[in-house]
């Protein structure tokens, strides 16, 4: 699988499992959903999710991840 595929679906997951985490609690909380309902779980799973990150290399591009709560990049 070429690194590039394998980067965005790794963000993809982990981007879906923190949104479908965050929205089955607030649900647990909140009985009518609102706007207010899915926008918290997007923006919670935005902060929570690494991002890809790509740097021109002199062999080419290396893929990763990069996480807000650390500065190292997770290199696929």
């Known amino acids: 699988m070429h690194p590039r595929f394998k980067m965005l679906g790794i963000h993809v ?6 949104f479908l985490i ?3 609690i607030i649900m647990q909380f909140v009985k009518d959903p ?4 899915t926008i918290i779980p997007i923006a919670f799973a935005w902060l929570i ?5 790509a740097v021109q290399v002199q062999s080419g591009k290396e893929y990763g ?3 807000i709560f ?3 990049v997770f290199k696929m």
């Open 13 to 18: 997951i982990i981007f879906l499992g923190a």
């Open 22 to 24: 965050a929205k089955y």
């Open 34 to 37: 609102t706007f207010w309902t």
């Open 49 to 53: 999710a690494p991002r890809p990150h």
């Open 65 to 67: 991840l990069k996480s």
């Open 70 to 72: 650390s500065k190292k």
